[in-house]
């Protein structure tokens, strides 16, 4: 009887053990914009163009508040104590658009929308990663989309759909190490559609149609 119960409480304690060390290591925060970003965007009066970024589109796998990283055979794995410092798709959109809204030619369009007759050309934004691979210690991956679409929509033509890929080897083991990485890849994505931006408002020539 005794050696019936003593082992049917050995799962019960490993699993008190394992969630005891869990929960006695503090939380760390990331986020996918890079310190050094703008996060203030310009006035819109000194705008040569404005932009009106729509919800974010993000794999359900990558939709967690913990980080997700690879494991073995494509296997990924959320952290419990390594957390984005806010929901996933607004860290992407965040990172995005602060190095879109760094030049000071592109704002945001006000909350009220495209208004008719507005002089500066106004494009809406649509965000979309279709994978990021956080491989610790290898490399960083992301595979993006977006659409620019002048508005009124219907009246300037179909959007310009973009599809670009990243890769970069990751320096270190260590999560921040991989985010930094991830950091700079968001810029890249940012900097494509800002020059995507000015050289369809004709702002800049030069420039192919996904800003590359």
């Not at 006695?24 to 996918?32: A, D, I, R, V």
């Not at 914009?33 to 040569?48: F, G, H, I, L």
């Not at 658009?97 to 507005?118: E, F, H, K, M």
């Not at 991830?182 to 800049?204: C, D, K, P, T, V």
Request: charged share 15%; glycine share 10%; net charge positive.
């Amino acid at each position: 009887m005794h050696r019936l119960l003593f082992r049917s409480l050995i799962p019960v304690v490993c699993a008190a053990v394992l969630a005891g060390c869990a929960g006695g290591k503090e939380p760390s925060f990331y986020t996918l914009q890079a310190p050094t970003e703008a996060t203030v965007s310009p006035a819109v009066r000194a705008a040569s163009v404005l932009v009106v970024p729509g919800p974010v589109r993000v794999p359900d796998a990558l939709d967690k508040a913990e980080v997700v990283v690879l494991s073995g055979a494509q296997q990924v794995i959320p952290l419990p104590t390594d957390l984005w410092r806010s929901q996933f798709g607004e860290e992407v959109k965040t990172a995005v658009l602060g190095t879109v809204l760094a030049d000071s030619r592109i704002a945001q369009a006000p909350a009220a929308g495209y208004a008719q007759g507005n002089a500066i050309p106004q494009y809406a934004l649509h965000l979309g990663v279709d994978r990021m691979d956080i491989a610790l210690g290898q490399y960083a991956r992301l595979d993006a989309t977006w659409s620019l679409q002048r508005l009124p929509a219907g009246m300037a033509g179909a959007p310009t759909v973009c599809r670009a890929s990243w890769q970069r080897a990751v320096p270190g083991s260590s999560v921040q190490d991989a985010v930094a990485v991830h950091q700079a890849l968001m810029q890249e994505w940012g900097l494509r559609i800002r020059r995507q931006l000015l050289g369809q408002s004709g702002q800049i020539s030069g420039i192919s149609g996904c800003g590359g």
